[in-house]
């Protein structure tokens, strides 16, 4: 079972013994994801952890979220929240529900928190 590697236009290929498994190289717009992904992801830990405000979370999604047409697109066409900073809210607790499902003796009572406070801050929007 070699192992050998060919190159596939701009994109490196991997195969491996009788399975041929394959394996593609990220493209700049794979990496421009998955860091938006890594961000988001720090941004809840603290928020988890107490490090951030959920205003201030919710910031930082908005930010890297606008920041790429296509992330934003992704957002416009996510969930039943009418605007975008709905839409990052819903975001912002999507993400630190999966992350406080991991841990939920840890930040079982933050998510109940957080899920109250991003109620209140939807009633504040809705009678503004």
Do not use: C, W
Not at 58 to 64: H, L, Q
Not at 72 to 82: F, K, M, Q, V, W
């Amino acid at each position: 079972m070699a192992s050998h590697a060919r190159l596939d236009r701009d994109r490196a290929v991997a195969v491996k013994g009788d399975n041929s498994e394959v394996i593609v190289a990220n493209t700049p717009a794979d990496e421009d994801r998955m860091h938006r992904v890594a961000l988001k992801h720090e941004a809840v830990v603290d928020l988890l952890d107490g490090r951030l405000t959920l205003n201030e979370a919710v910031a930082r999604f908005r930010a890297v979220t606008t920041g790429s047409a296509e992330a934003l697109a992704n957002l416009r066409e996510s969930g039943a929240a009418t605007t975008d900073e709905e839409r990052v809210v819903d975001q912002v607790l999507a993400f630190a529900r999966v992350q406080a499902s991991r841990k939920p003796l840890r930040y079982g009572p933050v998510m109940a928190r957080l899920e109250s406070e991003a109620k209140s801050r939807t009633a504040q929007v809705v009678t503004r």
